[in-house]
């Protein structure tokens, strides 16, 4: 997806933009491992309206996505101990986890404590100094 395309989509939309992006009619394939990390590596506030993202923003958040999903790729995905692939390996990007699932612990740009919110019903994870 180009990022002329994104922009015309979250223009459409007035929910958050983490919700905008968890929606796989507007953009597939983000789930909430990857939009949570990509919102975080592209320092924007996931309870932003989408509709309000400036064409820069939109810019780092497609090439955030695209970098957070190629690492899951890249190391098997995500596993807990219920999930392994089809050679019966586990994968290995909850390792590398940016903000997800990591509350309490330090952000990894600015130390500052990783809060858990609750956005649009899913589990948020943000640094309120780099995102807020």
């Given at each position: 997806m180009s ?12 929910r958050?933009v ?5 929606d796989q009619s507007?953009l597939?394939g983000?789930g909430?491992?990857y939009?949570?990390d990509?919102l ?11 509709n309000?993202?400036t064409?820069?923003?939109?810019k780092k958040?497609l090439?955030s ?6 690492r899951?790729?890249?190391t ?5 101990n219920s999930y ?5 390996e586990?994968g290995?990007?909850q ?10 612990e ?9 809060e ?7 589990g948020?994870?943000?640094c309120?100094k780099?995102?807020?």
């Amino acid at each position: 997806m180009s990022e002329a395309e994104l922009m015309r989509k979250l223009q459409k939309t007035g929910r958050s933009v983490k919700e905008a992006i968890l929606d796989q009619s507007l953009l597939a394939g983000v789930g909430n491992i990857y939009a949570n990390d990509g919102l975080w590596e592209a320092r924007i506030n996931p309870k932003q309206k989408a509709n309000t993202l400036t064409i820069p923003q939109v810019k780092k958040l497609l090439s955030s996505l695209r970098r957070v999903m190629e690492r899951g790729l890249a190391t098997g995905g995500a596993s807990d101990n219920s999930y392994v692939n089809a050679k019966g390996e586990m994968g290995s990007y909850q390792n590398e986890f940016l903000v997800y699932g990591r509350t309490g612990e330090p952000c990894n740009r600015c130390g500052t404590k990783l809060e858990r919110i609750v956005v649009g019903g899913r589990g948020t994870w943000v640094c309120q100094k780099c995102q807020l």
